[in-house]
């Protein structure tokens, strides 16, 4: 076994392999970009070294620099994780030529299934049955074009290389292909440094099933079973679950035997996924994926296995330890991915630092940052996985609901909510659900409710002034005191919900609280806040004029303007286009002078490894374009300049 593991990754998996490495008594080097100096796998790690600038480009996609680190970190072997480096053949190639293990597939096996097209066209010849559509080299746009009308729209491109939804595209109408093919190639050159797709029908109502595959050098090959990894947004998936809700033994052992037929015709080793669309009973492959999953954990709670080590162990040149009849599934498990995102301005990344987190107890928690920690938009904006597990199904959906129920998360945008509402949907209790499931319940992206009382109530606490009983001066008292006045203080609160003002008066301890004419007693004690005599547990933070209320499982966020100061004038209008989130300027689809319809899109942003288009709120003409491709640009920067078009709105002439 390897005395020192290189990990040439971050975050979340970093995390995760180095505490596998260290239960095996491996030492453990990270490596970690200027972005990364203060996170938490640097902070694991046994050792760490800089590789480079933010952008993966110059550091963790850097492969030079990671094996220069290997060298002088003494490391026998390297460990990809997932994304970056971990399906790149070449660095597989390089790793070997200095003399390291690289803790994955052969090169040859990456290259043989790396491409979408090229895995495609080997299991056709395995007899692997697969969705129809266009897997050939010619990349030329007509020839795409016209591949995509014989299809028949519906249609799906996607990237041939890489995963994880990026490069991606539905397309209704031919006349929609040009900008979808021009969008998803950009995405996949970003991602994967590959600008090549295929083409595939889009099917309506799919399930997304996979199959983990290990493999070892002596020739045996087993599969751990399935993963349901239906629940998706943006073709990522967002809830993950093994095994798959209604899979019966006859269809699990038929893909199952696939899927190890699909590692052995590419002379696998390793940890693998080989993913399946099923739709009525049938499936069809999709892709393998050459590394560790995102969702491995929940193979390995059903399994009660850990997939790191057998990673290790294989790479070393052990046997797998077990064979597949000594195999079997223990209960259900489920994954929950927490992201910084918004799910109500379609899922767009958030930015910021992680002011507050707080993790709830007796459930699995993979994740690679900590309170005070920051999301970039350098990188992918996961916060954590959340894992439970139960005897069967429905207690594994019941401890999804209440440990995401004891999440707290504060300073950024989360898909919280969206995960509980998931969690509490009757249609996923039932297991009936698809890849359309968010698109066709709405009502899981419903807004935040309007803030209840002990919500505002923590908030008019927190922004009164100190109470002070023993007071020398009366003048420092914190009550609201007036001579011949009524004594209350107003709180203003401005939110999502506009502007509230509350009346409160402290009398001791105790504040009286006003809401729509009526009073309410609130009584602070200890951590808890006690209205009308009954105990909330709220959790309050207070920064630069922002309070963040935490109470019945709902975050709320305020500012608390100062009514002294001037009114913003900086907001977007639609005469404005504004950046956002930071992020760098993909390709900009307008002129000063043109004329735009409401919804024409006018700027691509690419951010955390996805693409933003910014479109016209109005009709109108571009009077200036302030940003060009390749610009990176902070978030409330403005992009395009709008002018009314005085033509239209003065119609025809007579």
């Known amino acids: 076994m390897f005395s020192t593991l290189l990990i040439a990754n971050r975050g979340e998996i970093a995390c995760r392999v180095i505490a596998t490495a260290r239960r095996m008594g491996i030492r453990t080097v990270a ?38 680190v290997a060298r002088r970190a003494g490391a026998q072997a390297v460990h990809p994780g997932y994304g970056f480096l971990s399906e790149n053949a070449a660095f597989a190639d390089a790793c070997a030529a200095t003399g390291l293990v690289f803790v994955g597939p052969p ?19 395995a007899g692997v049955p697969l969705v129809p559509g266009y897997h050939g080299a010619v990349q030329d746009a007509d020839v795409l074009a016209s591949e995509a009308a014989a299809i028949g729209f519906p249609v799906l491109i996607k990237a041939s290389a890489g995963g994880g939804g990026k490069g991606m595209r539905v397309v209704t109408a031919a006349a929609e ?59 990522q998936k967002v809830l993950e679950e093994a095994p798959a809700p209604g899979m019966t033994p006859a269809l699990r052992a038929e893909m199952g035997g696939a899927a190890v037929a699909a590692a052995r015709a590419v002379g696998y080793a390793g940890a693998g996924t080989v993913e399946f669309i099923v739709e009525d009973g049938r499936f069809y492959f999709m892709e393998m994926n050459t590394r560790l999953q995102v969702e491995h954990p929940v193979t390995e709670m059903i399994t009660g296995l850990d997939l790191v080590e057998w990673q290790l162990r294989v790479a070393a040149g052990e046997a797998l330890p077990w064979r597949q009849d000594g195999l079997a599934l223990r209960g259900h498990a489920i994954e929950a991915r927490l992201y910084a995102e918004d799910p109500a ?62 999440y707290e998360v504060a300073g950024v945008q989360s898909n919280l909510r969206l995960l509980r509402a998931i969690a509490a949907h009757p249609d996923f209790a039932a297991g009936q659900f698809d890849t359309g499931f968010i698109a066709r319940h709405p009502d899981v992206l419903a807004a935040l409710p309007a803030p209840p009382l002990p919500a505002l ?32 203080h107003s709180v ?23 809401r729509d004419g009526q009073p309410h007693t609130v009584i602070l004690r200890g951590a808890a806040l006690e209205v ?62 043109d004329a735009v319809a409401r919804g024409q899109a006018l700027v691509v942003l690419e951010a955390m490894k996805m693409e933003l288009t910014l479109s016209a709120a109005v009709p109108g003409i571009v009077a200036a374009v302030r940003c060009a491709v390749g610009d990176m640009v902070d978030e409330g920067r403005e992009l395009v300049e709008m002018a009314a078009d005085t033509a239209a709105e003065q119609g025809p002439a007579a």
């Open 31 to 68: 490596v970690y970009s200027d972005a990364d100096a203060q996170s938490r796998h640097v902070a694991l790690a046994d050792a760490a070294f800089h590789i480079g600038a933010a952008p993966a480009s110059a550091s963790y996609l850097n492969g030079a620099a990671i094996l220069a």
């Open 107 to 125: 090169p040859s096996a990456i290259r043989a299934m790396g491409g979408k097209s090229e895995a495609k066209a080997l299991m056709a010849q």
């Open 177 to 235: 292909f040009p900008a979808a093919l021009a969008a998803a190639q950009r995405e996949a050159r970003a991602s994967f440094g590959d600008d090549r797709v295929l083409i595939e029908r889009y099917l309506q109502r799919p399930r997304h099933i996979e199959i983990q595959i290990f493999a070892d050098t002596h020739g045996n090959v087993v599969h751990l079973f399935e993963r349901d990894c239906s629940i998706q947004r943006r073709h």
């Open 345 to 406: 301005r379609d899922f767009l990344p958030s930015i910021g630092t992680l002011t507050h987190l707080r993790a709830p107890d007796g459930v699995r928690i993979d994740t690679g940052v900590r309170a005070g920690d920051a999301i970039t938009p350098h990188y992918d904006p996961m916060i954590a996985k959340l894992i439970v597990h139960g005897a069967d199904r429905a207690e594994a959906v019941r401890r999804l609901s209440v440990a995401l129920a004891g």
């Open 457 to 488: 109530a923590a908030a008019a606490v927190a922004l009164l002034p100190p109470y002070a009983p023993l007071a020398a001066d009366p003048w420092d008292a914190g009550d609201a005191w007036r001579m011949n006045l009524d004594g209350w």
């Open 492 to 514: 203003v609160l401005q939110g999502s919900e506009g502007r509230m003002v509350l009346r409160a008066s402290r009398e001791g301890a105790q504040v009286t609280l006003l």
């Open 532 to 593: 009308d005599g009954v105990l909330h547990n709220v959790t309050v933070l207070r920064e630069f004029g922002r309070i963040t209320v935490i109470a019945d499982g709902e975050t709320y966020v305020w500012d608390s303007p100062d009514p002294l100061a001037p009114p913003d004038t900086a907001a977007a209008g639609a005469d404005r286009v504004l950046s956002p989130i930071p992020g760098r300027i993909a390709a900009v689809l307008v002129s000063a002078g």
